[in-house]
């Protein structure tokens, strides 16, 4: 019997080495006259094990990680095929306190099941929620979405029921579905893992929104610079298609849903909802003003959900175990779990999904064990480029929307960038300006000129000569920051004083 | 060892060839930008000479054509060299040293940012997050992303690529 072999076909994994080892694996399979089957998952999250080769035995799944090139004909030796020890040996990953110590609901499946079989989808319980879905009404379905709890995971944080329940009573010929997959915060990968990893169940996510609100059509807007994710997709898409998922007629219900997967081309400012749907419309990402919202006058005018994948592909476990038992995660009004990925310096980082409330210093210190390089965490920025900069003093502060809003930061999509002690702070709020002045949309003046105002002034700051001309420039750049965060249309000029003032306010010394 | 991504072959331009390869989006709402994409696959590069010919296909002005080519960084507007070379600038990358590795690239390939070595190899440009935080500092060759990059490494690598961009010449 033919044994399976999985290694994953997925971002972080190739960048590793991973295509070299699906090569290698095979030929000298060939050359041993051994019967083996290289299965395609996705990641299981923990980067730090990437290239992770695992092996299903008779004492069940085993895993060998990181794996290199040459360790292949290594492992050979070592009877790998059947659970052998070697020095890579991992076990059953399952029972890793990194894995084990996880709540997985969005990410049961991802890095266990080939990603894009629909048949390894439905054995790990894909398409009930679906099924669940077409037995009830629309507004039922609406209303397992409210009871869940859940927040949009794209960082905005509103209540994607709510959303959804607007479209829902929207009158139009035509709704659509949007999914948010332009994922440019620096330091996320949690909606690259999940189209890598179970596609499938983004998929089926859609389809959910779309029955409830009554949409025929979903787009996903998905990055340029995931290209692999996009063949992913694709097939994944292809898959569902034929096994009568999507189309005319969505697992026989009679109902009709499709979906078309469009290339962003390197903006980071169309991951703001109203400039993404300019550009599926073929337009500069150019943000809209805001009413109308694009619930009501969305895509090309019609009112339309806009979700983040993570949003997305959370709602069949929801509707597969019910709103109610996806509320008992989490605490307050951070309900359910999120997906935090760990990057930066950071010594085991990667994907770690958790009931809100846990603190960034278990995140960081339990899951990440600490830094890449060793040395002490001095910063760390939760929520991409337009979070704060937190000092090692709030690690203490729990993962929950509030709370990180209290501490003056904000969790975002989840992701959390940590820097050692060799970090110089005005560098990298001068960085955040930068990155605002290359990625403005250009259309209100705070966001477009302030960046490059900003900028200067921190330039000014740190050259100045006596402190009292270095006061004299804070003050200017406090000023600004005021001024970007109230007049800005979005949160891109809106937010990006924040990272700013977090790092003059937590780290005053670098600024000179 | 590394992953040695094969070049691309992109085709020489011809505006009877572009007007040929974005015909199948003539019917689909907003599809612009995709058509801009099948251009820059097909010829590496959008050419200026296929605006007029994009505007009337989705019934726009040049203007508008010309504007949304310009907002985007992935459009350029002449040919890359044979492999294009991405270093990611974005935060998580920096807190591995990611200055310092671009620093070293730009030495080794004697090129700064939108500029193409005088062989042709390589075009280097910037990006924003690659989405592989978790194994910084990141790199992009074409489309294949590079982990946990070291100025030794690309070297390494950079060498290796050359040496099968000339061999397929």
Known sequence: MSIRVYVPRETTASSLGAELLVDALT????YRGLDITIVRNGSRGAC?????VEVETAQGRVGYGPVQLEDIPDLFDADFLNGGQHRLSLGDVEK????ANQERLTFARCGII???????????????????????????????VLDSGLRGRGGAAFPTGIKWQTVANAEA???YIVCNADEGDSGTFSDRMIMEGDPLSLIEGMTIAGIAVGATKGYIYLRSEYPLTQQILLEAIANAEAAGYLGNNVAGSGKAFTLEVRMGAGAYICGEETSLLESLEGKRGQVRYKPPLPALKGLFGKPTVVNNVISLATVPVILEKGGKHYANFGRGRSLGTMPFQLGGNIKFGGLVEKAFGLTLRQLIEDFGGGTYTGRPVRAVQVGGPLGAYFPASLLDTPLDYEEFAKAGGMLGHGGVVVFDDTVNMARMARFSMEFCAAESCGKCTPCRIGSTRGMETIDRIVAAKNEEER????????????????????????????????AVKHFKGDFQ | MMQVVNPVRYQDFSLERATQVVQEFKDQPGALINALHKLQDTFGYVDEAAMPMLAKLFNLSRAEVHGVTSFYHD???SKPGTYTVRVCQAEACQAMGSVELTEAIKQQLGVDFHETTADGTFTLERVYCLGNCACAPSIMVDKQTYG??????????????????????
């Open chain 2, 148 to 169: 946990r990059m070291t100025a030794d490494r690309f070297k390494s690598l950079a060498e290796s690529l050359s040496a099968k961009a000339k061999g397929s010449n």
């Open chain 2, 75 to 77: 459009f350029r507007r």
């Open chain 1, 48 to 52: 730090f094990l990437e290239p992770l």
């Open chain 1, 114 to 144: 080939a990603a894009t079989s629909v048949e390894e989808y439905k054995a790990h319980g894909g398409f009930k929620g679906l099924e669940n879905a077409l037995a009830k009404e629309p507004a039922a379905i609406v209303q397992e």
């Open chain 1, 173 to 175: 010929d035509q709704k």
């Open chain 1, 27 to 30: 030929t000298e399979a060939k």
């Open chain 1, 471 to 502: 006061e004299a420039q804070h003050i200017i750049l406090k000023d600004l920051c005021e001024t970007m965060e109230v007049a800005s249309l979005c949160a891109m000029g809106g937010l990006t004083p924040m990272p700013v003032m977090s």
């Open chain 1, 96 to 99: 890793l306190p990194w894995f």
